[in-house]
């Protein structure tokens, strides 16, 4: 049994993850500000603090931290983006203290948009970003860069197990289902099964490389429990890219929806293409991402189902 702190555990990737470590018999402490959630979803025997993470304070030690607090849509941080940027710096600095005051393994939730706009595709970690630093989706990639670097000063100046992930586009049963928040799955999904207009921004040419949430965590498992891994950071998403467009008929045919396609402005600095190079984390962690976008898209489809009717 290990004494776990999630900050974010009730988000989407937070349910996942305290689910597993809860059916592991571990004892888990959530921090969440619930800003993101429309319920609390975990089981019954989680600890819950109703708090945002920078306040958080605990004299309690932990054998593992981990730090997925932040408002992770893009639509969503951009109009809140103080309490982001604050979520991924303070926040960030929080965990990273109750960890070095527990001797504890920290695991930090960082993103793809670490690379930006990359024009290395598929991105490699290696390869250092290009990101508008004060643009609107700065709060977001800024706040992710400076945990990265926060992160691996407290690995270099302390000696402190330190291990950061870039989840790309992580999808599945149990991400927020209502459209009006913004990420692309989510969304379209919601359009094709309420038969209004699948809206796509610019001309769908875009590209993401989506990873299916089962696939998330079994590299995560091991990200945080192989031993050996202090200083590692890693990909973990997938190399098959699809285009925005792609996708919307992928989803309309999935569900059977006669949505027609509408398409709107572009956001402002939308990445043009996003996929993962995966040489490091199929070496490293021994994991491959199983899951067809096929097949989760329909899990995905049918979940959304089930919580519509
Ligand atoms: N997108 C879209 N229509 C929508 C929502 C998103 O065309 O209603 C596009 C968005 O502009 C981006 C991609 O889908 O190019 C992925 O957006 P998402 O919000 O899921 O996350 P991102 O990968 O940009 O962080």
Known sequence: MKKVLVSGGNGFLGFHLVSWLQSKGNEVTVVDDLSTSKEVAFNDG?????????????????????????????????KNPVNTLLSNSIGTIRMLDIALFSN??????????????????????????????????????????????????YFRQHTLDVRIQRPFNVYGPRIREDGLY???????????????DITIHGDGSQTRSFLYVDDWLAATKTLLEKPGLSGQVLNIG?????????????????????????????????????????????RILAWEPKTSLEEGLSKTINWFRERME
């Open 238 to 282: 997938s190399d098959r890219e699809v285009t925005i467009k792609d996708l919307a008929e992928r989803i309309r045919s999935a569900t059977g929806s006669k949505s027609r396609i509408s398409f709107t402005d572009r956001r402002i600095d939308d990445p043009e293409r996003r996929s993962a190079d995966l040489k490091n984390v199929r």
């Open 46 to 78: 989680v600890n819950f603090v109703k708090e945002r993470i920078e306040n958080f304070e605990t004299s309690e030690k932990f054998d593992y931290v981990i730090h997925l607090a932040s408002r992770p849509s893009p639509e969503d941080y951009s």
């Open 182 to 196: 913004g990420r692309v799955i989510p969304r379209f999904i919601n359009q094709c099964l309420s038969g209004n």
């Open 104 to 153: 504890a393994t920290f695991l930090y939730t960082s993103s793809s948009e670490v690379y930006g706009n990359a024009d290395l595709i598929p991105t490699p970690e290696s390869y250092y970003g290009y990101v508008n630093p004060n643009g609107i989706r700065s709060c977001y990639d800024e706040g992710k860069r400076f945990s990265e670097a926060i992160a691996m000063a």
